[in-house]
């Protein structure tokens, strides 16, 4: 998908969850479960950028408006991260160790391991429980996971991939960092309000480079995987 695409994608996709907004409205505080556990480990691949000055006041500003609501989980900011490619699903406690074929995994790593990507033009957008951080990739940052994409269907790690994008494209079309989700149906108003005074923010570039990492949901803790790591801690 081109930036053009992606652009109107990320538009689309806001536009849909303010309908979903004014429809449920009123029915906000509706708990929900975790899509999945969220003490578990999963393998996926991404950055860790530099934080801008307007990113740290951002996520700062969420965290105070979010403090002492026990839905609302607001990503750290040691944890800031893009997922460049999930890989799979969270399977694994702290100390279990991985399958026998993350040594074929490393071994395709080994090419992208400290690889730039960069995605610009930063943007909220805005899904019934989640705001997302969401900018447009370079080209060869497109090319780059598009191939490691491909490679890895190929291997003994193409089920667990397909597994992790059951309900989505594969890859997901999104180049984002989540930083917040809900356990409701969708965010309660005075969220909902963050978001549309900051729906026309623009929040710059970042730029990092590619880590494997065996990490809980939002990275808070987080194991690097090297390429010449035949541990599987």
Not at 34 to 59: C, R, W
């Amino acid at each position: 998908m081109n930036a053009a695409g992606l652009n109107a994608l990320y538009h689309s996709t806001t536009e849909r969850t303010l309908r979903v907004w004014q429809r449920l409205r009123g029915s906000e505080q509706v708990e929900q479960g975790n899509a999945y556990d969220p003490h578990k480990f999963a393998i996926g691949a991404g950055i860790q950028p530099v934080m801008s000055a307007e990113i740290i006041m951002l996520l700062q500003e969420l965290a105070h408006i979010g403090r002492g609501d026990p839905l609302a989980d607001v990503m750290p900011q040691a944890a800031f991260h893009f997922t460049f490619l999930p890989i799979t699903l969270p399977l694994w406690s702290a100390d279990e160790p991985l399958p026998a074929q993350t040594d074929e995994l490393l071994r395709l790593w080994a090419a992208y391991q400290g690889a730039t990507v960069v995605i610009r033009d930063l943007r909220l957008v805005a899904l019934p429980g989640q705001l997302l951080l969401a900018g447009i990739p370079d080209e060869k940052s497109v090319a780059l996971r598009q191939q490691f994409c491909t490679q890895l269907l190929a291997s003994s790690w193409g089920e667990a991939l397909r597994l992790r994008h059951a309900s989505t494209p594969l890859p997901a079309p999104f180049w984002h960092s989540t930083l917040l989700r809900y356990r409701a149906q969708c965010l309660p108003e005075h969220l909902q309000a963050f978001f549309l005074e900051r729906q026309a923010c623009h929040y710059g570039d970042v730029s990092g480079t590619l880590t494997l990492t065996k990490a809980i949901y939002n990275w808070a803790i987080a194991y690097p995987l090297a390429p010449a790591d035949k541990s599987t801690n």
